[in-house]
């Protein structure tokens, strides 16, 4: 469904009372304003509905504050947890005297990097498959006050229960910290929950294919087959939203924080990247792991520009909680075949069409939008640069000795260091004015604030620490 019209053919025909127009924000959170069927009709859709620009952080000043949002047709989805029928549709963000894509909207973002690939000689389209884990718990409790700072989270599952009492008793069946990989029920408590959200997300038009517990206690995935880079950051958006709905439903709260508990492993967001040119699979050759050069030169892009990306990929003071030695932590910036230790995989696939390449360090408090096409622009200058990714590195990287690990370089450790790394290396995002200036700076704005508000506030870690010297 590409054009206005059938939009309207399905309003009629399954009787939906509203549309809602959602957007994204910089930070990646949707927005949404709804609109009832009486002014839905070929003009609205064609047209688009003004709003107020100046409400949405890091966006707009209130003297320039009229902007647009220009539903896309073909994005349309029921919503399965409204009490009204209601239609959605992802809508582009646009200056409303041009007509133009404003600056600084993600999705808009997401289109001109799938644009520059083209243009660029390249390739012709992209292929995208992200894999968001995240954590459900019971209870959540925050507070952040200039007397108080401190959090406390729950789950009946947590392994942190072991002796917890309940009405109807301890089962003591429940994984242990690490201990999470593939266990079958009633060990994983959550396998009916994490169906309902994946057999939610294929009613809505989502392509799934599996749902797991994840190693860490309390912490879930679900598997979204690969599509273009601007429909999976908004399937990201939709898994985020179907995910969170599904668990209010039940009484709980999903969180894709990167790092929610400690002593346990963290959450990230793994992304697979191809890329095609004349209906073949640009990535497969002869090289490295069956490679091609072009592949290898990709890599070699991501990793030199990998502590400017972490600005996008890992863009909250949390996601450095994850990237840290000891919990399977992408931290090395080395790339492998088969081996999770590397921030780069090569998952293994016997067919040319598969063969892909991993990005292990994003994780899900990312924009989507923003980290992939940041990732698209990183390759393509590898490519174009005939950027060398050096040496592979098929040794456990765990295990290395302290004189081989400080010979391989590592990610970013504080979202500080993540925005002045992009401060210093950003052109390679402006090609083809895909990011511009405005954009970067506007969004490491935002980014700023949240590190002062994050090292400004004393933590409890310091009162056990420091208190009693």
């Known amino acids: 469904m590409t054009d206005a019209s059938s939009v309207l053919k399905t309003m009629k025909d399954e009787d939906v009372e509203y549309l809602d127009l959602r957007f994204v924000d910089p930070r990646g959170k949707l927005q949404h304003v709804t609109v009832i069927k009486d002014e839905i009709d070929e003009d609205f859709l064609a047209e688009g509905m003004m709003f107020d620009g100046s409400s949405i952080a890091g966006w707009k000043s209130i003297d320039k504050s009229d902007m647009k949002l220009m539903p896309d047709a073909s994005s349309i989805y029921m919503d399965p947890f409204f009490a009204e029928k209601t239609l959605c549709v992802h809508c582009d963000v646009l200056e409303p005297d041009t007509n133009e894509s404003y600056e600084r909207d993600p999705r808009g973002t997401a289109k001109k990097a799938e644009e520059f690939l083209k243009t660029s000689g390249v390739g012709d389209n992209s292929f995208w498959g992200p894999e968001a884990e995240f954590f459900i718990f019971d209870d959540v409790k925050f507070s952040v006050e200039m007397n108080k700072v401190s959090y406390e989270v729950d789950a009946v599952d947590g392994a942190w229960n072991t002796d917890a009492d309940y009405e109807m008793g301890n089962s003591g069946m429940r994984p242990g910290v690490k201990g999470g990989y593939f266990p079958l029920p009633p060990v994983d408590h959550m396998q009916d929950l994490r169906a309902e959200m994946l057999s939610t997300m294929k009613r809505i038009g989502m392509k ?22 601007c429909g999976q950051a908004d399937n990201i958006l939709k898994y985020k939203y179907v995910i969170q709905q599904v668990c209010s439903a039940y009484g709980k709260s999903a969180t894709f924080m990167p790092k929610p508990i400690a002593g346990d492993n963290g959450t990230g967001m793994h992304v697979n990247q191809s890329i095609w040119k004349d209906g073949k699979p640009l990535f497969a050759g002869d090289q490295y792991a069956d490679l091609s050069k072009e592949a290898l030169w990709y890599i070699g892009g991501i990793l030199k520009h990998a ?23 992408p931290v090395l910036l080395a790339y492998s075949a088969r081996n999770r230790s590397a921030s780069i995989r090569i998952p293994w696939s016997e067919s040319p069409k598969a063969k892909r390449v991993e990005t292990r360090f994003p994780d899900p408090s990312a924009n989507p939008y923003l980290a992939f096409s940041a990732l698209l622009m990183a390759g393509i200058d590898g490519i174009k640069n005939k950027i060398d990714p050096g040496e592979a590195a098929d040794k456990d990287l765990y295990d290395l000795p302290p004189e081989e690990l400080a010979g391989i370089p590592t990610v970013c450790g504080s979202l500080r260091e993540a925005l002045t790394s992009l401060e210093d290396d950003y052109e390679f995002l402006t090609a083809g004015d895909v990011f511009t200036r405005d954009q970067i700076e506007g969004y490491a704005e935002l980014k700023w604030e949240e590190v002062y508000a994050f090292e400004h506030c004393p933590h409890p870690v310091e009162y056990k620490m420091y208190y009693n010297l």
């Open 307 to 329: 502590k400017a990306l972490n600005a996008f990929t890992n863009p909250s003071t949390n996601s450095y909680k994850r990237l840290i030695p000891g919990f399977e932590a």
């Open 208 to 229: 799934v294919d599996k749902h797991h517990h994840e190693v860490a206690s309390c912490q879930h995935e679900l598997g979204l087959v690969f599509g273009s880079l």
